[in-house]
Each structure stands twice: as C-alpha cells, then as structure tokens.
T-cell receptor
Framework: DAGVIQSPRHEVTEMGQEVTLRCKPISGHNSLFWYRQTMMRGLELLIYFNNNVPIDDSGMPEDRFSAKMPNASFSTLKIQPSEPRDSAVYFC????????????FGPGTRLLVL | GNSVTQMEGPVTLSEEAFLTINCTYTATGYPSLFWYVQYPGEGLQLLLKATKADDKGSNKGFEATYRKETTSFHLEKGSVQVSDSAVYFCALLNQAGTALIFGKGTTLSVSS
C-alpha cells in the first residue's frame, strides 16, 4: 500500500495568496484527519471526516480555513487568504474507523507564508 | 479539560543507554493512551498503545505501562540505538473517542 499521500510536500507562498493542500487517504479507510504542527502549539487537530462527512471542525482556526472531502479518496485543505502565522507543517492522517483505530499519517506539507 | 504533558527535550543519549521519556495526562475517566514516533522528514507512526489501566504496550523494544494511580504513561527502552533518534509524542484519546490530544513531543538524539 502506498500509504497516505500528501501534496505538495513543500509550499512557499506570499501573504494573501490562496493555498490548497491535498491528501489521498489509504484505500478502504473511512476516517480522515487534518493536523497542523508548529513549534509553539505542537500538533493540533483541525478537522475530522468520517465517511466523507465533516464530524468535528472545532479545531479549524478561522474562516480563512476550509476543508472538503468530495469522495473517499481525496481531501483538500484550503487557506484563503494565507497569512505568515499559517506557516506550519500540515499532516493528513487516515484510519479504518473511529479514533480507536490506529491513525496513519502522511509525510506532511511544509507551508511557508512570506 | 484533557491534556498531555511530556518531559522537555532534547534527550541526548549514547548508544545502548537506557531511555525514559515521561508522560502524564489529565483526562476524564480512563482514556486510551498512545506513543507516536516521528522520524526526520516523515509523518507520525504509532509506536505502541494501551487501552486500559495496567496495560503494557510494547513494540520494537519500547514499553509503556498505563498507570492510573499516577496518571502516567512513561516510555522506556532498555538499550537505545542511533536509529531511535526521532521525536516521540504521547497522546490520549478523549472519552468521546473523537479527538487525539498530543503532547508537545520529546526529541531523542542517540549518538554512537
């Protein structure tokens, strides 16, 4: 299995630009998670999908952030407009079921907003 | 609320030394507990887990025992290798089973 696939691996953009991060979960997994990792705040859950439906988006920082999962094999996290404080590593993870199941993480997207 | 506290790093050890990374938690009830490891440039991988009090999780020579009396889940390994150099995260699953709460992570550096 290819594991969780994220793209791009690195993104450098200027403040105000739109950023779209992509994730392909492991085939057959029905839960998908987006996390953000920073030195100051550590790992934070942004949003959790189950069977393509957003279940918990309480971690999404503000309206500039949005996430979609149009089908079982693809999800996007969009930031519009981006700000320097959004600079972080964004991880996507998937699991077979609920949180009780092991989560498999992708390699992450390192985002730098100038 | 739920929270996880890990010892501050970095932890620097010589090969074959004994490792302990402390982890304590605050939570309602008895949550499932996890250790994840992040190697440089990679995502997190589950290292081990324990789902109830007194359970011991183990994998790749690492162990951690769920201690409800001390609300702790310390990670140990008897003899570390250079390849164990990574960031280690302690985490708990909230009572509703809807969120993994991570600690800040502890960086381990092992030299030969």
């Amino acid at each position: 299995d290819a594991g969780v696939i994220q793209s791009p691996r690195h993104e450098v953009t200027e403040m105000g630009q739109e950023v779209t991060l992509r994730c392909k979960p492991i085939s057959g997994h029905n839960s998908l998670f987006w996390y953000r990792q920073t030195m100051m705040r550590g790992l934070e859950l942004l949003i959790y999908f189950n069977n393509n439906v957003p279940i918990d988006d309480s971690g999404m920082p503000e309206d500039r952030f949005s996430a979609k999962m149009p089908n079982a094999s693809f999800s996007t996290l969009k930031i519009q407009p981006s700000e320097p404080r959004d600079s972080a590593v964004y991880f996507c993870a998937s699991s077979l079921g609920t949180y009780q199941e092991t989560q498999y993480f992708g390699p992450g997207t390192r985002l730098l907003v100038l | 609320g739920n929270s996880v506290t890990q010892m501050e790093g970095p932890v620097t050890l010589s090969e074959e030394a004994f490792l302990t990374i402390n982890c304590t938690y605050t939570a309602t009830g008895y949550p499932s507990l996890f250790w994840y490891v992040q190697y440089p440039g990679e995502g997190l991988q589950l290292l081990l887990k324990a789902t109830k009090a007194d359970d011991k999780g183990s994998n790749k020579g690492f162990e951690a025992t769920y201690r409800k009396e001390t609300t702790s889940f310390h990670l140990e390994k008897g003899s570390v290798q250079v390849s164990d150099s990574a960031v280690y995260f302690c985490a708990l699953l909230n009572q509703a089973g809807t969120a993994l709460i991570f600690g800040k992570g502890t960086t381990l550096s092992v030299s030969s």
